[in-house]
C-alpha cells in the first residue's frame, strides 16, 4: 500500500508517524523491523481494541518499501508527563494515573503472549544467568501494557485520557506490570518520590514487586 499525502509528525526509535488526514495517521516502523515484530504490536492492538476503550481506533496493517506499519486514529494533546510537570500537583496526578492503570489491570487476557515467554524472546539467548529465573517467576493472566508510563498516556482536547503503545502488552500478573511501571518511573526520575508515591497508591509493597524488579533490571538492557 502506498500512500502519498503525508507529512511526519513524529518520531522515535523504533518507529516515524505520518499524517494521513485530520483523522488518520501512520505508524511506519523504520527499515529493519521485521514483518512478523510489527504484526505482533498489531495483534495486541486488535486484542486490547476488543476489551479496552480508551485507545486510538486501529484501522489496517501496512506494508510499504519493505517497512511495515498500521493505521490509526489520529491522537492530539498533552501527554500525562507534561501534565505532571506543568499542570497538576504530584498527588492529584499520581491520583488519576494510578487510577486508569487498575483499570487496566482488572482485565484478563487469556489470548496475549505470557510475560514470561516475551521476557525470554527479548532476552534471545543474550544472558543465560536470568533465564531459570523467568522460568520459575508466577504465571498470571491479568492485562498488561508492559510500558504503562506517563508519555504513554495523553489527555485529548475533549479532556479524555487515551493510552497508546501496545508492543510490550502481555499476560501476567498485576504485580509485573506494577513492577514495569514503578522500574520506568525510576528511570524518568521526574520527580525522587514519583515511584514511591505510585507504588503507596497502588497499594503494593516494594516486596511485592521485588521478584520482577530483580529480573527487570537485567533484561532492560536487551529491550528494543
Not at 498533552?78 to 498527588?91: I, Q, T, V
Not at 504485580?175 to 503494593?204: C, G, N, P, S, W
Not at 521485588?210 to 529480573?215: A, H, S, W
Request: glycine share 4%; charged share 25%; net charge negative.
Amino acid at each position: 500500500m502506498k500512500i502519498n499525502k503525508r507529512h511526519k509528525i513524529a518520531e522515535g526509535n523504533t518507529a516515524e508517524i505520518f499524517e494521513i488526514n485530520e483523522k488518520k495517521v501512520l505508524k511506519l516502523f523504520r527499515a529493519g523491523y521485521s514483518k512478523s515484530t510489527v504484526q505482533h504490536e498489531y495483534d495486541n492492538y486488535c486484542m486490547v481494541s476488543g476489551v479496552m476503550e480508551n485507545i486510538p481506533k486501529l484501522f489496517e496493517f501496512v506494508e510499504e518499501n519493505q517497512r511495515f506499519g498500521f493505521i490509526m486514529e489520529k491522537v492530539q494533546g498533552k501527554s500525562f508527563a507534561s501534565l505532571m510537570l506543568d499542570d497538576y500537583n504530584l498527588e492529584q496526578a499520581m491520583e488519576i494515573f494510578t487510577s486508569l492503570h487498575k483499570n487496566w489491570l482488572t482485565k484478563t487476557m487469556d489470548g496475549a503472549v505470557s510475560y514470561t515467554e516475551w521476557m525470554l524472546h527479548m532476552l534471545n539467548g543474550k544472558s543465560n544467568g536470568v533465564v531459570d529465573q523467568i522460568k520459575n517467576l508466577p504465571s498470571g493472566s491479568n492485562l498488561c501494557h508492559g510500558d504503562f508510563h506517563p508519555y504513554n498516556i495523553i489527555l485529548t482536547s475533549e479532556r479524555d485520557f487515551v493510552i497508546i503503545d501496545f508492543a510490550n502488552v502481555c499476560k501476567a500478573p498485576k504485580e509485573y506490570d506494577v513492577a514495569r511501571t514503578y522500574f520506568l518511573l525510576k528511570q524518568a526520575a521526574i520527580e525522587k518520590t514519583v515511584a514511591e508515591l505510585y507504588l503507596k497508591k497502588m497499594q503494593m509493597d516494594y516486596s511485592d514487586i521485588r521478584v520482577y524488579i530483580e529480573v527487570l533490571e537485567i533484561l532492560r538492557r536487551y529491550e528494543l
